[in-house]
């Protein structure tokens, strides 16, 4: 069947579907099939939580029922005195102890606040902030997971996690997003510093003193799109001028292949992970919603149908999954792309 929607890419309404679509919000109807029954049926509470509260808008219990379940409680278990968690296993030779934990506190910060909806209520993530922010310098940036090196990804990372538990009007993410400003490239996107004028990733490079960008360079989607979830999490930054420039340039890049060696290939648009790490297909429209960017943008039009066209028929998606412990990660980024299509339509 043809859609009007989509234009090329094929519609096919499942038997009976007619009588169901008009019940159906708009975002539901532009998809092949509805998501919603093996989204509010998962035995996973968390998942069936934000279903009903973000996408039937329906009043559900308060958000600090998630906390007591049986994840979070074993995350926060194995939190340390001074807020961090302690990573397992790393290289020593290329990264301190102490660099390693900044990276896993961040990666548990994501769990709690992503997955169960933590906030700077929880004194878990009140210790948790003030770890990271024991990792902010006085220039604004967070250092330490690439060395002495800059890191505008992971940076922002971190603002775009403390942003979403409640820290949205702490001076430091506001110094944090100047210099996030600071740091661009010409083209008003962001870069790997280090990566624009020395592409080797080693001990002494991550050892050795900062190294400012050829701001010459292009950007990189890899980086700029992660840097755009601190600003569209923010509910000033989000509206301004960078954020809508930085968004047309990640626009521009859908499907293509990075500036510079790290996931270069355009095939890793198409891995995904939740929370968001890297930058995808999901993590950009995921932004671009969050920023205004309308469907009926060409380059939009195509990413939606991507996902449109890799629906089952079940309402649920067959995409590629990036590696992960939670047995339910394939809920969570079904709901991840619902959250997304709601946004947009």
Known sequence: MYNSVWGSYPIDQPSG????IMKMSRWQKVLNFDPIPALVSAENQAISFFTLRNLLNQKS??????????????????????????YRGGNLNLRSQEDYNQLETYRNLGVLVEKYGFSRKSHAIQKAAKYLFSCQTTDGDFRGIYGNQYSPNYSAGMMELLIKAGYSDDPRIEKGFQWLIFIRQNDRG????????????????LRGEPLLSDRSKPFSHLVTGVVLR????????????????????????LFQKDNYPDRKASLFWLGFSYPFW?????????????LGFPADRPEIRKALGWFVAKQQSNGLWKVKILKGQDKDLHFWIDLAICRVFKRFF
Do not use: C, M
């Not at 962001?190 to 490079?205: G, L, M, N, Q, S």
């Not at 930058?279 to 919603?289: G, N, P, Q, V, W």
């Open 230 to 253: 601190a600003f569209a999490a923010h509910p000033e930054y989000k509206n301004s001028t960078e954020a809508k420039i930085a968004g047309e340039l990640l626009l521009s890049h």
């Open 17 to 20: 579907a007619r009588f169901a």
């Open 190 to 205: 962001w870069a790997i510093p280090f990566r624009t004028v020395k592409e080797k990733y080693d001990v002494e490079t």
């Open 61 to 86: 219990e308060k958000i600090e029922v998630l906390w007591e379940l049986p994840e979070p409680t074993k995350i926060i278990r194995k939190q340390q005195k001074n807020g961090s968690w302690i």
């Open 278 to 290: 890297f930058t995808d297909l999901l993590s950009a429209l995921d932004s671009l919603s969050r």
